[in-house]
Nanobody, 124 residues
Framework: QVQLVESGGGLAQAGGSLRLSCAAS????????MGWFRQAPGLERVFVAG????????DYADSVKGRFSISRDNAKNTVYLQMDSLKPEDTAVYYC?????????????????WGQGTQVTVSS
């Protein structure tokens, strides 16, 4: 069992930055593929970024490429999402997720564990 706790959300102005963190419990963190998803009101949860077990391979949604960066520190059981050049359309609840599979999944049902989410609001 893996428990995930996100932090770092809040209010930012357009063009600003935020850094999300996701702390994982358990000794299996380094064996999990990790992802960040987001869900805006009335919309489905969508993939934002993902990283493989070692952090050497990453993938991003087209909407955040060049602005967001995912990284992980397996010694600290933590995955990060650095968000720069924020836009109002980035406003959503951001979720951290862990998968037992090897591939960086793009769909929520490919992930086995979820955090409770953290709100990110970007004002124009």
């Amino acid at each position: 069992q893996v428990q995930l706790v996100e932090s770092g959300g809040g209010l930012a102005q357009a063009g600003g930055s935020l850094r999300l963190s996701c702390a994982a419990s358990g000794r299996t963190f380094s064996t999990n593929t990790m992802g960040w998803f987001r869900q805006a009101p009335g919309l489905e949860r969508v993939f934002v970024a993902g990283t493989d077990r070692s952090g050497s391979r990453t993938d991003y949604a087209d909407s955040v490429k060049g602005r967001f960066s995912i990284s992980r520190d397996n010694a600290k059981n933590t995955v990060y999402l650095q968000m720069d050049s924020l836009k109002p359309e980035d406003t959503a609840v951001y979720y951290c997720a862990a998968a037992r599979g090897l591939r960086i999944g793009l769909w929520p049902d490919e992930y086995d564990y979820w955090g409770q989410g953290t709100q990110v609001t970007v004002s124009s």
